[in-house]
């Protein structure tokens, strides 16, 4: 068999100058994973690494291929992962990535040739301005399928599950992907922006990052709507906090991840309570968990590990993932799977793809997601779900 790394090397360089723009740098075909102006943008394919049996499988062989490649710099991998875990799926690793950490510092690493990278990036000079949107299930029938959780929770066969829907779009002309993430990170300065192959959102959710030995994951669960008044919103806040049932689905996602963190790290810190996210429309409940990796595990084989969280499947995981597949009515493709990116060093960041849409051409799918518990309310958690798909389609549509 060739291997595909052969002649490849690969080089770093920090670089001096203005402050980068990630999503320009990435443009219409590129890559891009942005949060509060740090991150990494990427063009073009220098390889492209297989998972045929996807999270489920062996990953080993993405830490093969990057440390198999020559030169003194330091290559990434990147991709938008599906929700399914078994789904066979595949990481780029970008011919030229440029990268901004937090402290400011640049860095340009290039796989192979080092001249620029030429790519198809051609931008329409006119944006859509029509629009039309429909939900290919109704309201009732989605209600009913809510209705139909919170029987099987209180038969004591689930403890939670997380049921989503989608909205469909199509424009009169190709929707521009640098336009949406420019609105994206304009609306959402402290989510994760990304876009991967046309799969691209906003996500507030960090499943787990990666720095040496450090690991840290912020799962959300638990969702109130914002007033606009920030005094009414103190008091949102507070129910929030005070919530019987939101406390009880935020709870579910803590354990799990504490469960299959804490063998993995010397120390783990897991505070007893949540604290409140604001974003533009919403509040969660999110808990920041950090601690140090007692082994070799990359950031990619700890997204593996963790996925999914019952933040975006349930619990317990087998049962929820299999009511889902006979009463979701939905393929969810890369919508709530890790989207980020992992480095030869093992180095890396996952986050939940959620707030996303899978834009092609003129059409685009968007989606949004509840966890359902004991105490959930159907009709409460439509609007959940309309506020949750505000985020990305104020990005997405503006007429």
Same mark, same amino acid.
């Given at each position: 068999? #060739?291997?595909?790394?052969a002649?490849?090397?690969?080089t770093?360089?920090?670089?001096d100058g203005d402050?980068?723009?990630l999503v320009?740098?990435?443009?219409?075909?590129?890559?891009?994973f942005?949060? +509060?102006g740090?991150?990494?943008?990427g063009?073009g @394919?220098?390889?492209r690494? =297989?998972?045929? =049996? /996807?999270?489920?499988g +062996?990953?080993?062989?993405?830490?093969e291929?990057?440390?198999g490649?020559?030169? *003194?710099?330091?290559p990434?991998?990147?991709?938008?992962l599906?929700?399914?875990?078994?789904?066979?799926?595949?990481?780029?690793?970008?011919?030229?990535?440029?990268?901004? =950490?937090?402290?400011g510092?640049?860095w340009r690493? #290039?796989?192979?040739d080092?001249?620029?990278?030429v790519?198809?990036d051609?931008?329409?000079?006119v944006?859509?301005? /029509?629009?039309?949107?429909r939900?290919?299930?109704?309201?009732? =029938?989605w209600?009913?399928t809510?209705?139909?959780a919170?029987? +099987?929770?209180?038969a004591?066969r689930? *403890?939670?599950?997380?049921?989503?829907?989608e909205?469909?779009?199509?424009?009169?002309r190709?929707?521009?992907?640098?336009?949406?993430?420019e609105r994206l990170?304009?609306?959402?300065p402290?989510?994760?922006?990304?876009?991967? *192959?046309?799969?691209l959102?906003a996500s507030?959710e960090?499943?787990v990052e990666?720095?040496?030995?450090?690991?840290?994951s912020?799962?959300?669960?638990? #969702?109130?709507p914002r007033s606009?008044?920030?005094?009414? *919103?103190?008091?949102?806040?507070?129910?929030?906090?005070?919530s019987?049932?939101?406390?009880? @689905?935020?709870?579910?996602?803590i354990?799990?991840?504490?469960?299959?963190?804490r063998?993995?790290?010397? #120390?783990?810190?897991?505070p007893?309570?949540p604290?409140?996210m604001q974003?533009?429309?919403?509040l969660?409940l999110g808990?920041?968990?950090?601690g140090t990796?007692? /082994?070799?595990?990359t950031a990619l084989e700890?997204a593996?590990?963790?996925?999914?969280t019952p933040?975006?499947?349930?619990?317990?995981t087998? /049962?929820?993932l299999a009511?889902?597949?006979?009463? @979701?009515?939905?393929?969810r493709?890369?919508y709530?799977g890790?989207v980020?990116?992992?480095?030869?060093?093992?180095?890396?960041?996952?986050a939940?793809?959620?707030?996303?849409?899978?834009?092609?051409?003129?059409?685009?799918?968007l989606?949004?997601g509840?966890?359902?518990v +004991?105490?959930?309310?159907?009709g409460?958690?439509?609007?959940?779900?309309?506020l949750?798909?505000?985020?990305?389609?104020a990005a997405?549509v503006r007429?």
């Open positions: 068999m #060739t291997d595909v790394r002649g490849l090397r690969c770093t360089e920090e670089l402050p980068i723009d320009a740098f990435a443009g219409a075909s590129g890559f891009v942005e949060q +509060e740090h991150g990494l943008a063009r @394919e220098a390889l690494i =297989d998972l045929p =049996d /996807g999270l489920a +062996e990953l080993s062989v993405v830490a291929v990057l440390a490649i020559e030169g *003194d710099g330091v990434v991998a990147l991709g938008a599906p929700f399914d875990r078994e789904a066979p799926t595949s990481l780029v690793v970008p011919a030229v990535v440029v990268r901004r =950490d937090v402290d510092r640049q690493t #290039t796989i192979g080092p001249s620029p990278v790519v198809d051609a931008v329409a000079s944006l859509p301005d /029509g629009f039309s949107l939900s290919p299930r109704s309201h009732p =029938d209600l009913r809510i209705e139909d919170i029987a +099987e929770i209180r004591g689930l *403890d939670k599950v997380v049921v989503a829907r909205v469909l779009v199509e424009a009169n190709p929707i521009v992907v640098p336009d949406v993430l990170r304009s609306l959402y402290a989510c994760v922006v990304f876009s991967v *192959d046309g799969f959102g507030p960090l499943l990666r720095r040496g030995t450090a690991v840290r912020h799962p959300l669960a638990g #969702t109130f606009g008044d920030p005094h009414a *919103d103190e008091l949102l806040a507070a129910e929030l906090v005070a019987v049932k939101d406390q009880r @689905e935020h709870r579910f996602v354990e799990e991840i504490d469960r299959v963190l063998p993995m790290c010397s #120390t783990l810190d897991v007893a309570t604290s409140i974003l533009r429309n919403v969660h808990t920041e968990i950090a990796l007692a /082994g070799e595990a700890l593996a590990a963790l996925h999914p933040a975006v499947a349930g619990t317990p087998a /049962g929820a009511w889902l597949l006979r009463h @979701e009515g939905m393929e493709g890369r709530a890790p980020g990116w992992v480095d030869a060093s093992g180095d890396g960041m996952f939940i793809g959620i707030r996303s849409a899978e834009v092609d051409g003129r059409r685009a799918r989606f949004a509840v966890g359902v +004991e105490g959930s309310d159907p409460r958690e439509l609007v959940e779900t309309q949750k798909l505000q985020a990305i389609l997405v007429p």
